[in-house]
C-alpha cells in the first residue's frame, strides 16, 4: 500500500465500521461515527423517494433498524454519504489495490466477507 501513496488505519470491528471509516476521512476521528450514521439515514430519509427503492420491505423500518448502532452500512450507504459529502469513494480489497489512486474519499474492506474489519486509505 505505501507504495501507491496510502496508510491502513484499522477500524474497531463493531458494526461501525463504514461510518467510522467515512468519520476517520471526514472528520479525521473515527468516533464521529455516530454523527456520520445519523446524517446518513436522514439523507437517505429525505430522499425517501430515491432510496426506497433499492430496500425490500417496508423503508420506515429499514431507517429505524439501520440507525442502531452496530448495524452494517452497505452499497446504499455508501451512495448515501457519497452524495451528502460530495466526494468521490473508491473502494479497495486489501489484497488487490492494482491502479489505485488517492481519492478525495477511500475506504475499502479487508476482504468482500462482511464479517471482516474495513480499513481506511488515507493519502500520506
Known amino acids: 500500500m505505501a507504495e ?12 461501525n465500521c463504514l461510518f467510522r471509516a467515512v468519520a476517520h476521512q471526514i472528520y479525521n476521528d ?14 437517505m430519509e429525505r430522499d425517501r423517494d430515491h432510496f426506497s427503492q433499492y430496500v425490500d420491505g417496508d423503508f420506515g ?11 452494517w452500512g452497505d452499497h446504499l ?3 448515501a454519504m457519497k452524495e451528502m459529502y460530495n466526494k ?3 473502494i479497495y ?4 489495490v492494482k491502479g ?4 478525495p474519499l477511500c475506504f475499502g474492506l479487508i476482504s468482500c ?9 488515507m493519502p500520506r
Not at 61 to 71: D, F, K, V
Not at 113 to 121: G, T, Y
Open 93 to 96: 480489497d486489501k489484497d488487490c
Open 61 to 71: 423500518e429499514y431507517l429505524a433498524r439501520q440507525r442502531q448502532a452496530s448495524q
Open 113 to 121: 466477507s462482511q464479517l471482516q474489519s474495513r480499513w481506511v486509505l
Open 4 to 15: 501507491k501513496g496510502f496508510l491502513i488505519e484499522e477500524c474497531d470491528k463493531d458494526g
Open 88 to 90: 468521490n469513494v473508491e
Open 30 to 43: 473515527a468516533n464521529r461515527h455516530e454523527a456520520v450514521r445519523k446524517a446518513c439515514y436522514d439523507y
Open 77 to 79: 450507504e455508501i451512495v
Open 100 to 103: 489505485a489512486t488517492s481519492a
